[in-house]
């Protein structure tokens, strides 16, 4: 909260600090409404700024704050003008707290919680007083029996700047007189011991505390406590309750009478007659005229404090009148309201219902029925009737939540319960349970029959209600719930889980059959997706479903809402019942999204479909939409209802399943490629080894330095050159599951050069390749390893191509392998570095996704280091890629040496 800025031309008369907003405003409407001209700070520091600059006539500051306590900032108060009164506010009543305040310079307390009157009343005190800082002159003994009493005055009276020494009751009471030497005595009559009467007649007696004026404090005042209070010596009386600013205007007035007139006129005997009877008293004149002038004042304030209490009650009985007047307007409003209502639940596709405090049912919809039950059959009856016997004890609160005792759940952890009587965001969600269905069908009140065998799953969701007493605390009333038939949801669920392990399998297993079950699965998907289509048409509004409802007239003028709709648009109930959709919306959004659907439903269509859908904050989800007609009164449409429900990790896991059958589509295809190019490698085989021998026979045969001699050794060169070729085409093709053994980087790099090797000299590409034969061996599957390595050579092949279409002296690919240290343990790493195109920051992270290439149809699958990635995972390794467009790429491959693969291990 800012200070006003009409402040720093207009100082206030009170400057109010509070670090809550709430509060702040609360005490600010309060005293301007009483004429005061107010400013706030919401903290000391803002406090001390402000009073740099103004200096207002009080300081109204909360004690409790952030940085700088009201104690605190008293001080720093005083520090700058000491002249300046400061009232705290706090729930403190301790007076050890009040000490506190006391030497930090405040000048009065209000003590949390307060009435406004009380406030006002201190304020006004203040002002009209001096700082209680400064120790006043009179130093009362406070006699009270009652510890709490006696408490609660020392207080008010230390907060007025008085001395205040207490005391039980009489005997000790004289005790600490003749002690503690005070000016002043206020005494309460009924006391043990010694009462205040007898009290005061000891003080009168001795020759030392004669002088000290005795104010007695009295519930009751008649002519016989008058005349005990004359016979006793009594200077004064006051009459509970107390208010603290007449008792210091009463005892200021005491005390100076008391020093003007030092010199006790002479007692005498003086004859009262009171009520029509004499009384015979001993009081000085002085004495006598001040306890009547004392009980004078208390009859008028009393009488005035009826009248105030008598023109407050009038004032509240006007305003009950009115109170009355509107309820009655609230009540038609509301039978309205629940009539519509109960038109909606009746024709609801779920189970609507409501049960009392003792869980019994007070209340179903037509719904029942597909239960086999009639509504008048149920009502009455507790819920546990239609719950299966082995579901009671777990959804029922009696049961429940004597388990939780002395235990602390959380919202998460919350017990999910069937007569939930909590409210809000803490209400019953998502509770599955099984109900008993009435055997036969729809039944008749005259035969409840059960058959235990016929068991409905359902889905509940409650909520308790609540209502208000006349002390205004909120008690509950019941609970109100609906039931969702969720057969079809388990049937449905447990097909795809079986046919999700039974994929599963089929992937391990690598057979043929995964294709023909992933075609049933791919059938009985779609099937399921048409018939979702025609599903949860009939579906209206209720307030405790999880789908997005809601219900617009003819005219589209939203008639009802649930909260999941409002929540959505993060709109409030009042923002959209009873108003257009073009109000809510606009015009715009109101032609695109909703127009067409509706006249639609208007004329008897049903509208069904998925789309994606865009919220106001800016979240995307997959819904399924539903509009069809709302059928009033003799089956009239009336309007239309619209249904939405997000089904985006549905259309996730369809996504995945696709993605699932394509991935493996594509590596049986490799794996094909990989058979052909075995059985062309073995081919090749033959012939290479005829010539390789043919060719060793004519150097045999032939001199010493002879010409062909040397064309022989060229050709036998050559022929091995191909061999070993053919050799590491076999071993790369092999598609069996590799058993992983010793290896050497230097051996696995050099088998993935000798393939690549011809076709980037072609492209006129260098290798430059440092991979020491003395590193480290280490466990893997080496064919994968080198396919791994031939993936990223091919890419970075591509990727020089891209950008050098001719020679050029950075057209080089770095091949490069050391031992790191990492995470206490030795790694391999091996890095592929080209200069080529690079890869973009904003598809750097996807690569690695299956299927996801920058390349044309021709050029790539998008599976290359999708699986380079899961091999490399296989072996505990990583990869990773650091690129820079245009400058660029470079691949690290981390294996490492000790992956804790056993050699055995298959």
């Given amino acids: 909260m800012k200070l006003d800025s009409k402040m720093r031309i207009n100082p206030p008369d009170i400057l109010v600090v509070e670090d809550s907003p709430t509060q702040a405003m609360k005490v600010q409407l309060l005293l301007e409404d009483s004429g005061y001209h107010v400013s706030v700070a919401v903290n000391g520091e803002e406090a001390l700024a402000f009073l740099d600059q103004h200096k207002p006539k009080l300081v109204l500051s909360d004690i409790v704050m952030p940085k700088m306590d009201g104690f605190e900032l008293c001080r720093r108060i005083n520090e700058m003008m000491d002249d300046l009164p400061v009232v705290l506010l706090s729930q403190l009543s301790n007076p050890d707290e009040i000490k506190k305040g006391l030497e930090s310079g405040a000048h009065a307390f209000v003590i949390k919680p307060y009435r406004d009157q009380a406030l006002l009343s201190q304020i006004s005190s203040t002002l009209a007083s001096r700082k209680i800082g400064e120790t006043k002159e009179i130093h009362i003994l406070l006699v009270e029996d009652s510890a709490t009493q006696a408490q609660h005055l020392q207080t008010l009276l230390l907060q007025q700047g008085y001395k205040v020494t207490l005391a039980g009751n009489g005997n000790e009471a004289l005790t600490l007189m003749r002690k503690e030497k005070p000016n002043f005595v206020i005494s309460d009559i009924i006391m043990p011991e010694m009462d205040g009467y007898e009290l005061c007649r000891k003080i009168r ?41 007449y008792l210091v205007k009463t005892i200021d007035k005491i005390f100076r009478g008391t020093k003007k007139n030092k010199v006790e006129d002479d007692f005498k005997n003086i004859e009262l007659v009171i009520g029509g009877k004499s009384y015979f008293v001993s009081s000085s004149g002085r004495r006598l005229l001040n306890l009547l002038l004392s009980t004078y004042e208390n009859a008028v304030r009393q009488n005035k404090k009826l009248l105030e209490i008598q023109i407050e009650l009038e004032s509240q009985k006007t305003e009950l009148r009115q109170a009355a007047d509107q309820l009655g307007i609230k009540l038609k409003e509301l039978q309205a309201s629940e009539e519509r209502f109960r038109t909606v639940v009746q024709t609801v596709p779920d189970i609507v219902y409501r049960i009392d405090g003792q869980g019994r049912f007070v209340f179903l919809n037509d719904a029942v029925s597909t239960l086999g039950y009639e509504m008048e059959e149920l009502i009455g009856k507790h819920f546990s009737f239609i719950l299966a016997p082995e579901c009671v004890e777990q959804v029922s609160r009696d049961s429940v939540l004597s388990r939780f005792n002395g235990k602390t759940t959380g919202d998460k952890g919350a017990p999910k319960l069937f007569d939930e009587k909590r409210t809000g965001e803490r209400r019953t969600r998502g509770l599955e349970v099984m109900l008993r269905r009435k055997h036969g069908g729809r039944a008749t009140p005259a035969s409840v029959t059960m058959d235990v065998n016929n068991i409905v799953p359902v889905e509940v969701n409650s909520s308790g209600l609540i209502d208000i007493d006349v002390v205004k605390d909120y008690i509950s009333i019941g609970t109100v719930g609906t039931i969702r038939d969720i057969s079809e949801q388990k049937r449905a669920e447990e097909e795809i889980k079986a046919h999700r392990d039974r994929l599963e399998e089929l992937v391990k297993d690598r057979t043929q059959e995964l294709m023909t079950t992933n075609s049933n699965l791919q059938k009985e998907i779609q099937e399921r997706l048409q018939a979702e289509k025609t599903l949860r048409y009939f579906q209206h509004i209720v307030a405790n479903s999880t789908d997005m409802i809601a219900l617009l007239d003819t005219n589209f003028t939203f008639l009802a809402t649930n909260n999941a709709y409002l929540e959505a648009y993060g709109l409030a109930s009042a923002d959209v019942v009873e108003h257009t959709f073009t109000e809510v919306f606009g015009e715009e959004y109101y032609r695109t999204a909703i127009k067409a659907q509706g006249d639609q439903c208007l004329t008897g269509k049903e509208i069904h479909f998925q789309s994606w859908f865009e919220f106001p904050d800016d979240s995307r989800c997959y819904m399924d939409e539903a509009y069809f007609p709302y059928l009033g009164g003799q089956k009239k449409i009336e309007g239309f209802i619209v249904t939405m429900r997000d089904i985006s990790e549905k259309k996730k896991a369809e996504m995945e399943r696709e993605e699932l059958r394509t991935q493996i589509i594509q590596s049986q295809k490799l794996e094909s490629i990989g058979t052909l190019a075995g059985g062309v490698a073995h081919e090749i085989n033959n012939p290479l080894n005829g010539i390789l021998n043919y060719a060793q026979l004519i150097k045999d045969d032939l001199e010493a330095g ?52 011809t076709i980037v000299r072609g492209d ?8 020491p034969d003395d590193l480290p061996e280490f466990k893997c599957r080496s064919q994968q390893i080198q396919q791994v390595i031939m993936n990223l050579l091919t890419n970075a092949r591509d990727a020089l191509n891209e950008r050098y279409t001719e020679y050029d002296e950075n057209k080089i690919i770095r091949i490069r ?13 091996t890095t592929v570095e080209d200069c080529g195109t690079g890869i973009p920051e904003e598809i750097r992270e996807r690569i690695f996704d299956p299927f996801y290439t920058t390349k044309g149809r021709t050029e790539g699958t998008g599976l290359g280091l999708s699986i380079s990635h899961g091999i490399v995972e296989d072996h505990h390794g990583a990869l990773t890629v650091e690129s820079v467009p245009n400058e660029f790429t470079r691949f690290q491959l981390d294996l490492p040496v000790d992956n804790g693969w056993k050699i055995d291990e298959q």
């Avoid at 060229?714 to 598609?735: D, G, M, P, S």
């Fill in 205 to 245: 007696e001795s020759a030392e505390l004669s002088h000290i004026p005795v104010l007695i404090l009295t519930s009751l005042l008649d002519s016989e406590d008058v005349l005990q209070g004359i016979a006793s010596g009594v200077d004064y009386y006051l009459t509970k309750p107390l208010e603290i600013e």
């Fill in 817 to 829: 392998s050391y031992v790191i240290e990492k995470e206490e343990r030795r790694w391999i790493r």
């Fill in 706 to 757: 002879s010409k062909y001699g040397e064309f022989a050794s060229e050709i036998i060169i050559e022929t091995e050159r191909v061999t070993n070729i053919v050799q590491n085409l076999l071993t790369f093709a092999r598609q069996d599951r590799q058993e992983h053994s010793p290896a050497r980087m230097a051996d696995i790099v050099k088998g993935a050069t000798t393939l690549i090797q």
């Fill in 764 to 771: 006129m590409i260098k290798l430059e390749i440092d991979v």
